[in-house]
């Protein structure tokens, strides 16, 4: 992610439900601010109500998510897709589209990856069947990510050593 923000490039994360949650969560932190006052990291969460009842009504659920990785998405962007079961029919498309394109691609995924598994360039899966405890590893690891990228993109020597996550 890191690679992806010094060339330039944004991310793009989608999730159902919670995910979405999650989803949105991970492009704030990125947009906003989470341990240090840093610029800005271009980051969309698919999540706009008026999208997604559009694309849904016109073209299926299936594409909600797909169509604006579509819009947006630029060969060298990375897009995550976020899904407890790894089986969700609108994350899988949209992440086929964002391959089409030429975007590095990872998944959140819980129990055993579903159909998503294996499908990315990088996946970090959960290997739990509870929905709740998969969001909440998922929570974590979104925290995780954004502070290592935060630590490599802005963080001096001196600031990176004293800053290091501990290790788990």
């Not at 060969?75 to 899988?92: E, K, Q, Y």
């Amino acid at each position: 992610m890191a690679e992806v923000y010094r060339r330039k490039g944004k991310l793009i994360v989608f999730g159902n439900g919670g995910s979405m949650c999650d989803a949105m969560h991970f492009a704030e932190e990125l947009t906003g601010r989470f341990h240090k006052d840093r610029e800005a990291l271009p980051a969309i969460a698919i999540s706009d109500p008026g999208h997604l009842s559009c694309v849904a009504n016109d073209f299926g659920y299936e594409h909600v998510f797909s169509r604006a990785v579509e819009a947006y998405a630029k060969a060298g962007d990375m897009v995550i897709g976020i899904s407890t079961s790894g089986n969700s029919a609108n994350v899988i498309k949209a992440i086929e589209t964002a391959q089409q394109r030429e975007c590095f691609t990872c998944v959140l995924l819980g129990g055993n990856g579903g159909k998503l598994h294996n499908m990315c360039d990088f996946q970090i899966i959960v290997p739990s069947g509870d929905t709740a405890r998969v969001q909440e590893i998922h929570g974590m690891l979104i925290h995780i990510i954004i502070q290592l990228v935060e630590q490599e993109l802005f963080f001096s020597s001196d600031e990176h050593l004293q800053n290091q996550l501990p290790i788990i």
